[in-house]
């Protein structure tokens, strides 16, 4: 059987919550033996996140962290006690890659601090996910989502011009932040395996969030150029064509909502669409005077309507391919795991878990053609590996029991 691309590469995940666990289970999902360190009684703070299966809080069946944690084997570990501290120095020896997603201050604090575990394994590569990065004045402060789409600009340019901005939904900037990580992960190790010699990798979530594409890097660019200081492109998701070309935006159907892209060049196509309907007809519509004229705007509203009204969100999407207009269906989260294209191409894969039974995941993002990812594996209950993993290590399940009583593990 063909190896995955990482099978020779051990990690130990001292990271909760979203940015790190999605980090370490991208190494995970493509090869890589990665144990999830989690506090005891408690783990990750993610298995107290929902979505829970059939709505029931239960740390085992928490939908974010069975997502974020495939793969991976778990052990708890009190790392602030004096037994916790001489084992976790002992798996450190024992892998290639510490990821972890404290607060600057913390592994310093606990005697853990990167040239502390580089003199027990020189060519470790730690990496360290936090807010503002390891160093600088904001260094120890807490950032919360919205404080990070803040700081971060990108919510200069979402909601409606003449309201208060607007975070978009989820947690984006923190999966970003994760793949960011794992990248720089993979870049540090190549390095360590050519020279011997390790690294710590600083990733900040504030500064992954500047770099980003994601609604503020052209903005970004654009002020070298022209010096303007204020973002001032902000738009609303149901555009309705008033912000750009029409019919620019996100409309209602039958079953629904999709999206459309306007603006003279895909005017042709777009008129088709809708059945070249003779009042749509005449030149001004193909202009980009006409596209902001507001008589023109509301033309073609008055026809688009209810057009779209009469049509499902498949039957829409199917026109648009014979019209060769870009658009798009809003999908649901039923519509994309029913989606024919998809469950062709088998990305989403059906995983069983002792506690929630069978249920169906996202599967790995790309796919190498000579290493694949792992066949995927449940995210592990809490503590499940203790005994494997500590035993390898030397302990007996006697020392376990008095490590259990003394809080350790």
């Known amino acids: 059987m063909t190896e995955s691309a990482l099978s020779d590469v051990r990690v130990l995940d001292l990271t909760w919550y979203i940015a790190g666990p999605y980090c370490t289970k991208l190494l995970a999902d493509y ?25 029931e809080p239960d740390i085992e069946k928490s939908g974010l962290f069975l997502h974020l944690n495939t793969n991976k084997r778990s052990i708890t570990l009190n790392v602030k006690s004096h037994a916790g501290k001489k084992i976790l120095r002992k798996l450190v020896e024992q892998v290639d890659i510490v990821v972890e997603s404290f607060s600057p201050r913390v592994m310093p604090s606990l005697g853990l601090d990167y040239s502390t575990l580089q003199k027990a394994n020189p060519s470790l590569v730690l990496t360290s996910i936090s807010n503002f990065g390891q160093t600088g004045p904001y260094r120890n402060y807490r950032l919360s989502e919205l404080a990070l789409n803040a700081m971060g600009t990108s919510m200069k340019m979402v909601g409606q011009p003449d309201r208060a901005p607007l975070k978009l939904g989820g947690n984006v900037l923190q999966y970003q932040a ?17 020279t011997g010699t390790g690294q710590h990798v600083d ?43 029409c019919p620019e935006g996100i409309y209602p159907c039958k079953d629904g909502y999709f999206d459309v892209a306007g603006g003279v060049p895909w005017w042709p196509r777009n008129f088709a669409l809708l059945g070249s309907p003779p009042e749509l007809a ?24 209810p057009w779209a009204m009469n049509r499902t969100k498949t039957e829409i999407w199917e026109a648009a391919k014979s019209a060769r207009a870009a658009l798009a269906p809003l999908y649901t989260t039923e519509d994309l795991v029913n989606d024919p294209h998809f469950r062709e191409r088998g990305f989403f ?43 390898s290590l030397g302990y007996s399940r006697e020392d376990l029991a008095r490590l259990r009583d003394a809080g350790a593990i």
């Open 178 to 194: 994760g793949v960011l990580a794992a990248t720089a992960t993979m870049i540090a190790l190549f390095g360590s395996r050519l």
């Open 349 to 391: 894969v059906e995983i069983e878990h002792p506690r929630t039974g069978r249920l169906t995941y996202p599967g790995a993002p790309f796919r190498p053609s000579e290493t694949p990812a792992k066949t995927p594996r449940a995210a592990p209950l809490l503590g499940e590996h203790n005994v494997e993993i500590y035993c």
């Open 31 to 55: 090869g890589a033996e990665v144990i999830k360190v989690e506090r005891p009684g408690q783990g990750d703070p993610a298995r107290s996140i929902g979505p829970f299966l059939d709505d």
């Open 282 to 305: 005449g030149p001004e519509f193909g202009t980009a005077e006409g596209q902001m004229d507001t008589q023109c705007q509301h033309a073609i509203l008055a026809v688009l309507y």
């Open 203 to 245: 990733v900040s979530l504030l500064e992954t969030c500047l770099g980003s594409m994601d609604r503020r890097a052209p903005y970004l660019l654009a002020h070298q150029y022209t010096g303007q200081k204020e973002i001032t492109t902000r738009v609303g998701g149901s555009r309705g064509g008033i912000m750009s070309g």
